[in-house]
């Protein structure tokens, strides 16, 4: 149990096109999604957080309006990275806790998307 | 802001040998996680620890948080090529009462196990 998608996992786009990902849960309902960014041989860096029926929580110096989160329902939230440039190439990884609000909860990992961005 | 240091980045080992990575956070955690991510995988969790103190083990995997819960350490007992990865820790920290489960990763360290 507990199995986080997203799609695509892989995607090359033009410089200036956006690109959506898709982050869901496939067996539990996710009241809280994260969005994480990775770089070849480094950590995960948070973006945001995504809680369902609200706005996104971005961390400090991501830009909500180049990185748009949507989290619609349950167990689909969405990431739109606009306008795409080549320094947004990057492993974007969503992730998901069982609960909103709870402390402990572990998170479970999507496979994520290679974003190539020429 | 919260930081989460993690030492060393890079540990190559000979199979057999032991392995440990060390985790420090410059505040205090209410709980610490730790994610494996294999070579083109996703982080997977292993473990979490909550209580000042514990140890926590998983067959040649040994888990500590320590007494001040501000630092924390993997060990592994006499590696296998199949321990090949990135290990990350992930802290916690509730202070100011969010409690929606943000974590706060290491840099991770890259261990690689020469048959």
């Known amino acids: 149990g507990a199995v986080v998608s997203q799609h695509p996992s892989r995607v090359i786009c033009k410089s200036g096109t956006s690109v959506k990902i898709e982050c869901r849960s496939l067996d539990f309902q996710a009241t809280t999604m994260f969005w994480y960014r990775q770089f070849p041989k480094k950590s995960l860096m948070l973006m945001a957080t995504?809680?369902?029926?609200?706005?996104?929580?971005?961390e400090q110096g991501v830009e909500k309006d180049k990185f748009l989160i949507n989290h619609a329902s349950l167990t689909l939230s969405t990431l739109t990275v606009t306008s795409a440039h080549p320094e947004d190439s990057s492993f974007y990884i969503c992730s998901a806790s069982l609960s909103s609000g709870a402390l402990y909860n572990e998170q479970f990992f999507g496979p994520g998307t290679r974003l190539t961005v020429l | 802001g919260q930081q989460v240091m993690q030492i060393p980045q890079y540990q190559h080992v000979q199979e057999g040998e032991d392995f440990t990575t060390y985790c420090n956070s410059s505040t205090t955690l209410s709980n610490i996680q730790w994610y494996k991510q294999r070579p083109g995988g996703h982080p997977v969790f292993l473990i979490q620890?909550?209580?000042?103190?514990e140890v926590k083990k998983q067959k040649r995997l040994t888990f500590q948080f320590g007494e001040a819960k501000k630092n924390s350490s993997l060990h592994i007992t006499a590696t296998q090529t199949t321990d090949v990865g990135t290990y990350f820790c992930?802290?916690?920290?509730?202070?100011?009462?969010?409690?929606?489960?943000?974590?706060?990763f290491g840099q991770g360290t890259i261990l690689t196990v020469h048959p």
């Open positions: 995504s809680n369902e029926g609200s706005k996104a929580t971005y």
């Open positions: 620890l909550v209580k000042s103190g």
């Open positions: 992930a802290g916690r920290n509730n202070a100011g009462g969010t409690s929606y489960g943000k974590l706060t």
